[in-house]
């Protein structure tokens, strides 16, 4: 049989309850007080632990996976790590941006430096490394460079927040932590990928530029990009991509300026991978206007001075997907895509030019695996 | 996570044939690219080119 006053005395009911139950409230809420925010950081930091524990695993295995790369693909003169630990390391200040006139220029200076004294230290790695591994390994070293530094930051956040006990320090690295790993995990996801030079969800703009090319005349009109002519419906179309099949954008900025200068461009229509939000259809194709291209912003900046410069409407093709799709191997729902957005940039070319003008197509996105 | 299922992403090549054009889906192999020159049509004989290259991801 239950004895029910045993719950009574237990639930306050009673007299000696009541001081025992108060105490059991008030002590938490006291030590709550005086010390929650140790606390929550003691819960949130278990969380963060796991985390960075995750980025320096990517961190080490990317290190690891690019060594690995050079010593069995490139027959280096001696070993490589040390060399490459320095690559890892190195930093790009980004110009001061107070007085912003010209900044463009600067930063495209700066990223540029960097890119050529990657490509000349590379190079000296090996004595027989083709154009296609260079671009490989300096995309290697890109993605392990990012992780390092992806991880050094989270780490810095999180021992400050640690060592000055200020929770509030913490919540924004809480917040954003997911989004950063999410990234992290597509560019750890993206290195097999790389590595066997297998063609990415970015790839789709090339791609379909690049059949669009097949079996006419080639010219490298600006560094790493190709550019083909043809006619289309008594049109004349400057295809343009980044050289392939090695792992690089090429520079479709300097080669649209190159074709504006010594022709009238009356169209130019960009096919890039762009992000798809949330609740998106991955591989879903949309059409729109203004420069599709990512990166650091300079390429878009120097197309839309170009377009403005020369009145020339820019018309855009995008493909949606996610991160982790944009930077690893194709999936088949973006590869049969392929088809479609080639038919509607040449439907899109009919709609928006006459007979007699010239269109300029860009296929934006790195080309590895993709060639011309 | 206990229930989870293991991902593996398994790389295809899709070669077609410029004759019969009938499609082809094998694994990936090295060194395999775009528009490439792949192997001779077992339907037809005729020259196969790589038209896609996809991954699928696999679920155990």
């Not at chain 1, 703009?205 to 043809?230: N, R, W, Y």
């Amino acid at each position: 049989m239950l004895n029910f006053t045993d719950f009574e005395q237990m639930f306050s009911m009673g007299d000696d309850g009541d001081t025992l139950m108060m105490l059991v409230w008030i002590i938490p809420i006291i030590i709550f007080v005086f010390y929650g925010q140790q606390i929550q950081l003691l819960v949130t930091s278990g969380e963060i632990k796991k985390a960075i524990k995750k980025l320096d695993k990517f961190r080490s295995d990317s290190k690891k996976e690019l060594i690995d790369y050079v010593k069995k693909n490139l027959d280096p003169i001696d070993d490589p790590t040390k060399k490459i630990e320095q690559f890892l390391d190195y930093f790009t200040i980004m110009p001061v941006d107070m007085d912003p006139n010209g900044i463009m220029d600067k930063v495209r200076h700066t990223v540029r430096s960097r890119e050529d004294y990657t490509r000349n230290h590379v190079k000296s790695l090996s004595s027989n490394m083709s154009e296609i591994e260079l671009t490989r390994v300096q995309t290697l070293i890109e993605i392990a460079s990012s992780l390092q530094m992806i991880h050094k930051i989270v780490n810095h956040m999180f021992l400050t927040a640690k060592k000055q006990k200020n929770y509030p320090l913490i919540l924004p690295l809480q917040m954003m932590l997911p989004f950063i790993m999410e990234h992290a995990k597509a560019m750890d996801a993206s290195i097999p990928a790389f590595k066997t030079g297998q063609p990415l969800g970015d790839g789709i703009g090339p791609m379909v530029v690049g059949k669009m090319m097949l079996d006419k005349e080639k010219e490298i009109i600006s560094f790493q990009t190709a550019l083909a002519k043809i006619d289309y419906e008594q049109r004349k179309l400057f295809l343009v991509k980044a050289e392939g099949p090695g792992s690089t954008v090429g520079r479709p900025d300097d080669a649209l300026q190159k074709i504006v200068t010594s022709t009238k461009i009356d169209a130019i229509i960009m096919i890039d991978a762009a992000l798809k939000m949330e609740g998106e259809d991955s591989a879903s194709v949309a059409r729109g206007f203004g420069a599709a291209i990512g990166g650091i912003g300079t390429e878009k900046f120097q197309i839309e001075q170009i377009a403005i410069e020369n009145k020339i409407p820019v018309f855009s093709i995008v493909v949606k997907q996610s991160v982790k799709e944009a930077i690893t191997l194709m999936t088949k729902e973006i590869a049969d895509q392929a088809d479609n957005v080639r038919s509607q940039v040449y439907e899109m070319i009919l709609e928006n030019t006459l007979e007699g003008q010239s269109v300029v197509i860009i296929g934006v996105g790195n080309t590895s695996g993709v060639p011309q | 996570m206990i229930f989870s299922k293991e991902k593996t992403t398994l790389a295809y090549t899709i070669e077609k044939c410029s004759k019969c054009e009938k499609f082809h889906k094998r694994d990936f192999s090295e060194g395999d690219i775009l528009f490439a020159i792949s192997s001779k049509c077992t339907f037809c004989n005729g020259i196969t080119t790589i038209d896609k290259i996809f991954g699928e991801i696999l679920e155990r």
